[in-house]
């Protein structure tokens, strides 16, 4: 399948109840071959208005939080989140709508073919890493997963509410750059100085 062909299916996707609510799919933004994908749990209010994800308070957020290690969702990464549709009220997605949307997202993981995944959160974590994944234990180890590196953050949903998180997210930022650095070849071009 062909990403235009992906995201073509995907809009129009009925598998679950989410449909039914949603004002957009919120399929993902950035860079289609980006070697570093970020992931999150799903669409909010503005994300599900707007088309895009974490463009709220949280999507400031992050933007700030990538921009500290040289990342922008329109140069060098893409940023794609486990469900398509926003839950209603912003609840946890069920996991019976984790299931019906993972394909998407899969098929994303196979076309961009990143080497660097950064789980968002504990949900991202638990469907991408591992199921009995503990963000407050886990967060900034590395994984490798068929070949691929992946890891996960604090959600910037949790960094809002809990600024006590940010200097542990901080140094597991660091690590993210340094992996970077280590496997991959177009992220940074030029490489940029260390903080
Ligand atoms: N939270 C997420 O996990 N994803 C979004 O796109 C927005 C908020």
């Not at 990538?66 to 893409?78: A, G, V």
Request: hydrophobic fraction near 35%.
């Amino acid at each position: 399948m062909t990403w235009q062909q992906l995201e073509a299916e995907c809009k129009n996707c009925e598998k679950c109840a989410l449909s039914e609510t949603r004002t957009n799919v919120v399929f993902g933004v950035g860079i289609k071959d980006a070697e570093v994908l970020f992931v999150g749990e799903g669409p909010g209010e503005n994300e599900d208005l707007q088309g895009e994800p974490f463009v709220g308070r949280g999507g400031k957020l992050l933007d700030d939080m990538l921009k500290m290690i040289d990342l922008d969702r329109s140069k060098n990464i893409y940023i794609a989140n486990i469900v398509k549709c926003r839950p209603p009220k912003n609840r946890d997605p069920f996991g019976t709508e984790q299931e019906a949307c993972i394909g998407w997202l899969r098929e994303q993981i196979r076309l961009i073919n990143p080497k660097i995944v950064v789980c968002l959160g504990r949900i991202a974590a638990k469907i991408l890493i591992k199921e009995d994944f503990k963000i407050t234990q886990e967060h900034g180890q590395w994984f490798d997963i068929d070949g691929v590196k992946y890891t996960a953050l604090y959600h910037p949903a949790a960094l809002l509410r809990d600024v006590h998180r940010r200097p542990e997210t901080f140094e597991d930022l660091r690590e993210i750059r340094s992996m970077i650095r280590e496997i991959c070849e177009n992220t940074y071009n030029p490489q940029t100085p260390a903080f």
